[in-house]
C-alpha cells in the first residue's frame, strides 16, 4: 500500500492522454491510501483505495473502504462503508454481487 499526503506526490502517477490517475507499477495496479482530503475531476484507477471523503467521476477499483462517496460512476467489486446519508442519488445502471440497503431509487441495477 501505498500512502499520499497530497496531490503532488499523486502527479507522478497521473496519465494526462486518459485524465486518469494510474496507480500501476510493473503493469499491475497497487493499493493505496489517501491521507487527505482528495478533491478531483480526473479518473483514478488503482487496486484497494482507503480514504476517508473520496469526490470523483469515475473509480474503477477493486475494493473500497471509505466513510462518504461522492462520485458519478463507481466500478467495484466490493464497497464496505459505515454511513452513507444521502438525499438525492440518481444511477442509471449498478451493477453489483451485493448490495445491502434500506432505500434505493434507481433506473437498472444488476
Same mark, same amino acid.
Given at each position: 500500500?501505498? &500512502? ?11 496519465? %494526462?492522454?486518459?485524465d486518469?490517475?494510474?496507480? &500501476?507499477?510493473?503493469?499491475k495496479?497497487?493499493? &493505496? ?11 483514478i484507477? =488503482?487496486?484497494?483505495?482507503? #480514504?476517508?471523503?473520496i469526490? %470523483?467521476?469515475? /473509480?474503477? %477499483?477493486?475494493? /473500497?473502504? #471509505?466513510?462518504? /462517496?461522492? =462520485?458519478?460512476?463507481?466500478?467495484a467489486?466490493?464497497?464496505? #462503508?459505515?454511513? /452513507?446519508? #444521502?438525499?438525492?442519488i440518481? %444511477? ?19
Amino acid at each position: 500500500m501505498k &500512502v499520499f499526503n497530497n496531490l503532488e506526490e499523486m502527479e507522478p502517477y497521473y496519465n %494526462a492522454n486518459t485524465d486518469t490517475y494510474e496507480f &500501476v507499477e510493473n503493469q499491475k495496479r497497487f493499493d &493505496v491510501e489517501f491521507g487527505f482530503g482528495l478533491k478531483t475531476d480526473r479518473s483514478i484507477k =488503482a487496486w484497494d483505495i482507503e #480514504a476517508r471523503n473520496i469526490n %470523483a467521476r469515475n /473509480i474503477d %477499483a477493486w475494493d /473500497i473502504l #471509505a466513510c462518504d /462517496i461522492n =462520485a458519478r460512476d463507481i466500478n467495484a467489486s466490493d464497497i464496505k #462503508a459505515w454511513d /452513507i446519508k #444521502a438525499w438525492d442519488i440518481k %444511477a442509471w445502471n449498478i451493477q453489483s454481487s451485493d448490495i445491502n440497503a434500506s432505500d434505493i431509487n434507481a433506473r437498472d441495477i444488476n
